[in-house]
């Protein structure tokens, strides 16, 4: 199982993007899905969950700006980003969680907002 994620670059602050996790597999439906960002300094940050069911949640750093949702049928979950900071430039990477255990981590895509 691999997912790959998609849609990172480089925008002026304010500006939007909408990241991809396309996950490999038969079994996206039923995972748990979550979207981390890793800071230049290394620090790892969970920002937002969608699982199988689709209940949502959102770090407090992002809750208002960030959306994150899911297409089984494509097996791909979004994050639609908007009023970017300086601040959220960060590696962003998506996972995917089964019965409490990863079943698959991307490789990340940078996001880098410039003031």
């Known amino acids: 199982v691999e997912a790959v994620e998609s849609g990172g670059g480089l925008v002026q602050s304010g500006e939007s993007l909408r990241l991809s996790c396309t996950i490999s597999?038969?079994?996206?439906?039923?995972?748990?899905l979550a979207w981390y960002r890793q800071f230049p300094s290394k620090h790892r940050e969970a920002i937002a969950t969608?699982?199988?069911?689709?209940?949502?949640t959102y770090s407090n750093s992002v809750k208002g700006r960030f959306t994150v949702s899911r297409d089984n049928a494509a097996k791909t979950m979004f994050l639609q980003m908007t009023d970017l900071k300086p601040g959220d430039t960060a590696q962003y990477s998506c996972?995917?969680?089964?019965?409490?255990?990863?079943?698959?981590w991307g490789p990340g895509t940078q996001v880098t907002v410039s003031s």
């Open positions: 996972n995917a969680m089964l019965h409490g255990s990863y079943r698959a």
């Open positions: 597999g038969d079994s996206f439906s039923l995972y748990d």
């Open positions: 969608i699982s199988s069911d689709g209940e949502i």
